[in-house]
T-cell receptor, first 111, second 112 residues
Framework: GQQLNQSPQSMFIQEGEDVSMNCTSSSIFNTWLWYKQDPGEGPVLLIALYKAGELTSNGRLTAQFGITRKDSFLNISASIPSDVGIYFCAGESGSARQLTFGSGTQLTVLP | DVKVTQSSRYLVKRTGEKVFLECVQDMDHENMFWYRQDPGLGLRLIYFSYDVKMKEKGDIPEGYSVSREKKERFSLILESASTNQTSMYLC???????????FGQGTRLTVV
């Protein structure tokens, strides 16, 4: 199946710092989604992107759909302890009926 | 808000048992999905369904089957549970292909 490369795999940051993570693909995607998963819970949708070049914010979170349609990034500004969790990117290519997920970025925020 | 509900948060079953995981969504979504999540392997698609009584294999269908008799309900069946099926199972639904998927809270299954 299609592959999404998500990086970094894990991050340890100080509270208040900004965070950036990204996903890249060898295939073109029509949709990019970013999810957050808290321990023991299901992923929760943070941001959905549907157009190349689109930049969307949700509070302290900002995500962009890359111009080439093969990548996306997520930024978190001024991190707080509740930002801890696993962040997943997901893409949908149109030819498949399902999403392809990245392997996740484990974020730890140190006080 | 979209609600996707999985019938159990935690399950412990014995090897060889038949196991049913149930998922219900309340937003009239067309598509429903079953994933399993294992450390280091991310989310892997087991089966999905885009209509009642329709199903398609995902990336890892072996050892599993599914049932979708009603639009709102999608069941995952482990015909004969094995220890390598110990995992977190996640159900999701989406309105149409390409739209965002919404997840249930997950079922942590342990097979002993």
């Amino acid at each position: 199946g299609q592959q999404l490369n998500q990086s970094p795999q894990s991050m340890f940051i100080q509270e208040g710092e900004d965070v950036s993570m990204n996903c890249t693909s060898s295939s073109i995607f029509n949709t990019w989604l970013w999810y957050k998963q808290d321990p023991g819970e299901g992923p929760v949708l943070l941001i959905a992107l549907y157009k190349a070049g689109e930049l969307t914010s949700n509070g302290r979170l900002t995500a962009q759909f890359g111009i080439t349609r093969k990548d996306s990034f997520l930024n978190i500004s001024a991190s707080i302890p509740s930002d801890v969790g696993i962040y997943f990117c997901a893409g949908e290519s149109g030819s498949a009926r399902q999403l392809t997920f990245g392997s996740g970025t484990q974020l730890t925020v140190l006080p | 808000d979209v609600k996707v509900t999985q019938s159990s948060r935690y399950l412990v079953k014995r090897t060889g048992e038949k196991v049913f995981l149930e998922c219900v969504q309340d937003m009239d979504h067309e598509n429903m999905f079953w994933y399993r999540q294992d450390p280091g392997l991310g989310l892997r698609l087991i089966y999905f369904s885009y209509d009642v009584k329709m199903k398609e294999k995902g990336d890892i269908p072996e050892g599993y089957s599914v049932s979708r008799e009603k639009k709102e309900r999608f069941s995952l069946i482990l015909e004969s549970a094995s220890t390598n099926q110990t995992s977190m199972y996640l159900c999701a639904s989406s309105f149409v292909t390409g739209a965002e998927a919404f997840f249930g809270q997950g079922t942590r299954l342990t097979v002993v």
